[in-house]
């Protein structure tokens, strides 16, 4: 019970947590007892048309529920704030409402992330580009510069940086997806760097194959082949990623900062193939 309640009087800001890997971290943050701010560019869980299509296969919760309401019924606090990550102004905005509402932030979970466009680099375009980075990279670095100077002047602060296995093997046609992630994973080292002496730690998620909507879209067909490379043989739930940012953002995770830990079955690490047939 004490273990599970380890973030009790804690406040963590979730960027992206609307849906997907940063509803279940922000979740999972509150089943541990931390107070939860939920950032996304929309407040309400996606309801597009695909979405309803996806709903059969997707094994994560069903998303019926705000973040924010569904963090509350778990006995915390939590609040929701409209953000863009990628704009200061709209991270400076939205994270003092979020001090306002819920008090200094603690953790902060730098998750809001896309894959604006499938490309090679002959046909991606600049303004592609920039905005993927601009996104994935720069929206972490505006969070970062916004929440986390308060965390080291009180002497505690987790910052739980989402990056990708894109990071570490580029996947064709995300070249801009690939190189933010990768920035991600040398930021994280930054910002370890920096503000481990003031008691803050910084490391980075590397997600492989998560069944989000966003995967589950992809034809059967490359699914399946997907799956077939994964050592536990199973795509990742949002509740893999939750759990290791959970232990990412507690106390009892204070002597490792700096890291960059796959959560991908094993995929990096241990690749089936090439034994045989
Ligand atoms: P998702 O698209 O389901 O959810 C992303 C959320 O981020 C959405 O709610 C979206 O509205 C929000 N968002 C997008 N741009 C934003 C912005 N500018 N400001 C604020 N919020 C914004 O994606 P997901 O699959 O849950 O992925 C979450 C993170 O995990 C991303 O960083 C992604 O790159 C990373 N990741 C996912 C996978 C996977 O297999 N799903 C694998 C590796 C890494």
């Known amino acids: 019970m004490t273990e599970s309640k380890a973030l009790h009087g804690k406040v963590a800001l979730v960027t992206g947590g609307a849906r997907g890997i940063g509803r279940a971290i922000a979740l999972g943050l509150g089943a541990a007892g931390a107070d939860v701010a939920v950032?996304?560019?929309r407040l309400e869980p996606f309801r597009g048309e695909r979405w309803f299509r996806l709903r059969e296969r997707w094994s994560g919760d069903d998303e019926e529920t705000p973040t924010a309401a569904a963090a509350r019924a778990l006995g915390v606090r939590a609040c929701q704030v409209a953000m863009d990550v990628a704009e200061e102004a709209s991270v400076l905005a939205g994270i003092a409402q979020v001090e306002s509402e819920l008090g200094p932030i603690d953790i902060l979970v730098n998750n809001a992330g896309i894959v604006n466009n499938i490309a090679s680099i002959e046909e991606m375009s600049a303004e592609a580009w920039e905005q993927e980075i601009r996104v994935n990279l720069t929206g972490g670095f505006h969070c970062v510069k916004a929440a986390v100077p308060s965390m080291a002047e009180r002497g505690w602060g987790r910052v739980v940086n989402i990056a990708s296995?894109?990071?570490?093997q580029p996947p064709l046609g995300q070249p801009a997806y690939a190189a933010s992630k990768a920035a991600v994973v040398s930021f994280t080292r930054?910002?370890?760097?920096?503000?481990?002496?003031r008691g803050v730690t910084a490391n980075a998620i590397l997600p492989g194959l998560i069944g989000t909507p966003l995967v589950l879209s992809m034809p059967a067909r490359i699914r399946e082949r997907s799956v077939?490379?994964?050592?536990?043989?199973r795509l990742g739930e949002p509740a893999d990623i939750a759990n290791l940012a959970v232990f990412l953002a507690s106390p009892?995770?204070?002597?490792v900062t700096a890291t960059a830990i796959p959560c991908d079955g094993g995929w990096l690490g241990a690749p089936l193939g090439g034994l045989g047939d």
């Open 165 to 168: 296995v894109a990071a570490v």
């Open 228 to 233: 077939e490379g994964i050592p536990v043989q």
């Open 39 to 41: 950032a996304d560019l």
């Open 252 to 255: 009892a995770s204070g002597f």
């Open 190 to 197: 930054a910002v370890a760097q920096e503000f481990g002496p």
